[in-house]
């Protein structure tokens, strides 16, 4: 049978693991927004809006929202695409682009925002979820545990058997 100190030692091994688990596993979106402007004829200003979205994570991100309406009416009209988009699942490593054209009103300097992008991250297993909420409490907890055992427990010294070398 195992002894005490064995199974602590495999409880805190197993916890750590899976807390380690836990806390890897998760999508990493980065968006890269680019505008080109382009003047296909006299007086008129066209900006090509490029939205890049990269998953450098390690799951797929779902329902993936990009909204980039910060672009007031007054100023600008949008001549191809749409300021939003909606992409089902960017799986990790994937690319997904979106483009829209929009074309001044009126002339002068502008600063835009950025784009908003929200993603629904995949749901964990019940087991990853009872460690991400409880894991640094069982880790403390079994830290104490070992201590406590490593204070209580009788010393297995050479010294501590009573033997003494005979002359």
Known sequence: MATPRSLLLILLAVTLAAT???????????????????RPSSGVERLAVTLDLYNQGAATAYDVSLNDDSWPQEAFEIVSGSTSKIV???????????????????????QGSPAVIKYRV????????????YGPVASVVSFVGV???????PSKSSGAKGSKKKR
């Open 147 to 153: 201590f406590g055992y490593l204070v209580a427990s």
């Open 122 to 133: 995949p749901t964990k297993a019940v087991l990853q979820r009872l460690v991400g909420k």
């Open 88 to 110: 089902e699942k960017l799986d990790p490593g994937a690319t997904a682009s979106h483009i829209f054209v929009l074309e001044t009103k009126v002339q002068g300097r502008f």
């Open 20 to 38: 380690a688990a836990a806390a890897g596993d998760a999508p990493f979106v980065v968006a890269n927004k680019k505008v080109v402007l382009s």
